[in-house]
C-alpha cells in the first residue's frame, strides 16, 4: 500500500519560513518524480514544485521561484519544500504527489498524500 505523509506545516508571519517533508513508503520512491501541489480555500489545486528521480529537472510555479526549493533524499524516501519569504497568498494546504513523469499537470501523478496546513498571517 502506498502512502505519502506530509508534515511541516503550519502558522507563521509572513516572510517567515517552513520546511515542509513527504515520507513514502509502499512504492519504489527513486523511480518516482515527486511534486508539490497546493490548494487555497475555493480554489482549484495548483502546481507548486516537481523534481525528478535523480533529483534534477527541477521546476517551480512562477508565483514561488526564488523563494521555494524543492529537493529529495531517495535514501530516505523523503521529498522536501522548503519556503522561504511566505506571503499571506501562500496560505493553502500543501500535498505531494507521486508520478511516473515530471510534470505541472495533477493528472501525470498517481499516489496523492493527504495534504498539510500551512497559514501565513499578515
Known amino acids: 500500500q502506498v502512502q505519502l505523509v506530509e508534515s511541516g506545516g503550519g502558522l507563521v508571519q509572513a516572510g517567515g519560513s517552513l520546511r515542509l517533508s513527504c515520507a513514502a513508503s509502499g512504492l519504489a520512491f527513486s523511480s518516482y518524480a515527486m511534486g508539490w501541489f497546493r490548494q487555497a480555500p475555493g480554489k482549484e489545486r495548483e502546481f507548486v514544485a516537481t523534481i525528478r528521480r535523480l533529483g534534477f529537472g527541477i521546476s517551480y510555479a512562477d508565483s514561488v521561484k526564488g523563494r521555494f526549493t524543492i529537493a529529495r533524499d531517495n535514501a530516505k524516501n523523503t521529498v522536501y519544500l522548503q519556503m522561504n519569504g511566505l506571503k499571506p497568498e501562500d496560505t493553502a494546504v500543501y500535498f505531494c504527489?507521486?508520478?511516473?513523469?515530471?510534470?505541472?499537470?495533477?493528472?501525470?501523478?498517481?499516489?496523492w498524500g493527504q495534504g498539510t496546513q500551512v497559514t501565513v498571517s499578515s
Open positions: 504527489a507521486a508520478g511516473l513523469g515530471s510534470s505541472w499537470r495533477l493528472s501525470e501523478y498517481n499516489y
